[in-house]
């Protein structure tokens, strides 16, 4: 059974930064694509961005040039790196794993962006 454990989360204010991290257990994670998804109460969870295995990207819209998705596969960690937070950036972040069209998710780390 794979495991992800996120960490970064917090509060922090506009403009500001924070840097998520996702660590999975097991042996497939190189073999994967990983994803960061959020979800804002309310609201449904949206994809935020995605990295293959290959390394190739992808971004929401809403995040393209304040936000950057990289993965270390001899850590078994995927980070995204959040820049000029916004106020509605705000939500419980998700790590992704997709491995064999089988997905698996983390517990979800609060980011809460507010002055």
């Known amino acids: 059974q794979v495991q992800l454990v996120e960490s970064g989360g917090g509060l922090v204010q506009p403009g500001g930064s924070l840097r998520l991290s996702c660590t999975a257990s097991g042996s497939i994670f190189s073999d994967s694509a990983m994803g960061w998804y959020r979800q804002a109460p309310g609201k449904q969870r949206e994809l935020v961005a995605t990295i293959t295995r290959g390394g190739i990207i992808n971004y929401a819209d809403s995040v393209k040039g304040r936000f950057t998705i990289s993965r270390d596969n001899a850590k078994d960690t995927v980070y995204l790196q959040m820049n000029s937070l916004k106020p509605e950036d705000t939500a419980v972040y998700y790590c992704?794993?997709?491995?064999?069209?089988?997905?698996?998710w983390g517990q979800g780390t609060q980011v809460t962006v507010s002055s």
């Open positions: 992704n794993l997709e491995w064999r069209l089988r997905n698996f």
